[in-house]
């Protein structure tokens, strides 16, 4: 099966599909997030390192694509936690 990396994951899933049907706005939070976090992990990836998906795409909005790929490196833990966080985040702009 031809799955993306982060359909393996519910949780995870459902935290990208969340940010890549945001309004503009709320994507560059997210993403911006996303990278903060990352860093604060230990987290990073070296310039054109995109797997050849991202790398046909990545000159739409190179934040998210590195918010992404940030994402998919870093420990199954970190990354739950992270999305766990980021549907938090969604579900608590729906209530204000």
Known sequence: ????WYDADPVISNAINLIQNADKNKQKL?????IR???NLGVG?????????????????????????????????DKRELAF?????FKDTKQT
């Open 45 to 77: 990836i070296k310039e054109g390192t995109f797997d050849c998906f991202w790398h046909k795409r990545q000159d739409e909005n190179k934040e998210y694509f590195t918010a992404l790929e940030c994402l998919k490196v870093m420990e199954n833990e």
């Open 30 to 34: 997210m993403v911006d997030f996303i």
């Open 85 to 89: 966080k980021i549907i938090s985040a």
């Open 37 to 39: 976090e990352a860093q």
């Open 1 to 4: 099966m031809n799955k993306r």
